[in-house]
């Protein structure tokens, strides 16, 4: 996730990923979550983040989530993976199934891009590919304590929809904060 102003400072570009990416998306998750959730996650979880892990669960992300309505791009840097992306179709059960409702599941970069204009392409990138895939409107979900996270998405044109709920996955109870914007692009 980037905090950008809005300029650029530095070309970047944006691709779909391959399965030839998944470790390069481990290393770029693991930094990202190491310097944006210190603080928010224990250290200890953080820690224990393990490149080999997370390469094989890329790697069946990358084999079975992918199609017209689902996918995950890639932003480069000078040759260098520095920030990714995915999206599907929403997955909560909360959802009016009249509306067209796509997720971002997951938006991440490096932390020396962090202010760079990077995150800024990256949704702009990833919104104009829910859009293009038929969707209406995206979600995503944050964790409370996030403000730099919170702030960036307000700045690109998301709100809080009011959805809340606590996370206890890897016995890690975190208060998520659902976020929503629309897609008429």
Request: aromatic residues 8%; without cysteine; proline residues 2%.
């Amino acid at each position: 996730m980037d905090d950008a102003t809005g300029e650029d400072h530095v070309t970047h570009r944006i691709r779909l990923a391959t399965q030839q990416d998944a470790p390069t998306l481990a290393r770029v998750q693991k930094a990202s979550w190491r310097a944006a959730f210190r603080g928010l996650l224990s250290d200890d979880y953080l820690d224990a983040l393990d490149h080999e892990a997370l390469t094989k669960t890329w790697e069946g992300l990358l084999s079975h989530f992918g199609g017209a309505r689902a996918g995950t791009l890639i932003a480069e840097q000078a040759d260098r993976v520095v920030g990714y992306s995915r999206f599907y179709p929403t997955d909560d059960e909360d959802e009016d199934d009249s509306v067209q409702v796509g997720m971002i599941g997951s938006i991440y970069t490096l932390p020396d891009v962090w202010g760079t204009g990077v995150g800024r392409a990256l949704i702009t990138a990833v919104l104009d590919a829910m859009a293009s895939a038929g969707y209406a409107e995206a979600t995503l979900w944050v964790l409370e304590g996030n403000t730099r996270a919170r702030s960036f998405y307000e700045r690109n044109g998301w709100h809080h929809d009011g959805s809340v709920v606590v996370d206890r996955s890897d016995a890690l109870p975190i208060k998520k904060l659902r976020y929503r914007t629309a897609l008429n692009r």
